[in-house]
């Protein structure tokens, strides 16, 4: 297995989002190594990946706890790659259908992203809309179907630089040496919100560098949202703080500013702090 691409999923729930997204890795023109799902303490995961015999996986199931572990579940499915003899991992939302040259293009687009310092790319991403079949998960309907955001614009060239204040662990390719420059994401963000633009901080302090790229693409499956997300709130309060102390500055600043206006939270110089508390 050694020199391929894995990808890599975490996951609690979602099961037919994480059908889907095993049937579109096995359509694919090229297949990953291996695809390594960890599961955040749901037991009925591996049953989900029965339903494609033919994908070469490797489940990591992580005990049950009160909040999901997205950062310490990234990072055990890296590792697990890493022991595995990949070179590089894709890691994909669970909500994620690969368009068919996801592989090939991660490969192909590691392999020129410019040094000095570690890389992280970043494709492309098309979102689905609410009112779909299950006949409209076939490819060529993904294509007609998806649509990007509006505002992002797609790059021109093969890679375009990002700004690591922007990462997002939706749809993302590393190698793994460069992963371990990185040190990949920080466990103490637990719960919803902030390890993602931790993790670009991580990469900008170890010289590295985020890249845009209109190719290794996905489609994002509708599920419903919130906005603002008033059900993580204190994760994302307790996740600011949190990266204020490391930084120096607040991300999720609309979320928070949200939350202030709805009366939820408030600031002082000690930080963010939800009115309960106060």
């Known amino acids: 297995m050694s020199g391929e691409l894995a990808v890599v999923t975490v996951v609690s729930g979602r099961h037919r989002h994480l059908q889907r997204q095993r049937r579109g890795l096995v359509a694919g023109g090229v297949p990953p190594a291996v695809h390594v799902v960890v599961s955040m303490g749901d037991p009925s995961v591996s ?3 029965s339903l494609e015999p033919g994908l070469p996986s490797d489940l990591v199931q992580l ?3 009160g909040k999901l572990p997205l950062a310490a579940a990234r990072n055990a499915g890296v590792a697990r790659a890493a022991a ?32 000095p310092g570690p890389a992280v ?33 797609l790059p021109t060239s093969p ?3 990002g700004d690591p204040r922007l990462l997002w662990s939706l749809n993302l390719g590393v190698t793994t040496r460069d992963w371990a420059a990185i040190g990949g994401f920080d466990e103490d963000y637990v719960g919803y919100g902030g390890e993602d633009t931790d993790f ?3 990469l900008a302090a170890a010289g590295g560098r985020l890249w845009w790229s209109a190719a290794a693409g996905v489609f994002h499956q509708w599920h419903p949202v919130s906005r603002p997300p008033v059900e993580h709130v204190a994760d994302i309060v307790a996740n600011a703080n949190r990266f204020h102390s490391r930084w120096g500055w607040y991300p ?13 939270v408030t600031l002082d110089d000690s930080g963010w702090s939800l009115v309960t508390e106060r």
């Open 252 to 264: 999720m600043e609309g979320w928070l500013e949200a939350f202030r206006d709805r009366g939820l």
């Open 200 to 202: 670009g901080q991580r």
């Open 121 to 153: 790319v970043s494709g492309r991403v098309r979102y689905l809309p609410e009112a779909m079949g299950e006949d409209d998960y076939e490819p060529s309907r993904l294509e007609a179907l998806g649509r990007d955001h509006p505002a992002r614009v």
């Open 63 to 65: 005990p049950a706890s």
């Open 84 to 115: 595995l003899g990949v070179r590089a991992v894709a890691l994909l939302d669970v909500d994620c259908i690969p368009e068919p040259g996801l592989v090939a293009d991660y490969d192909r687009l590691l392999g020129m992203a410019p040094g």
């Open 47 to 49: 049953d989900v990946m």
């Open 159 to 161: 890679l375009a630089p």
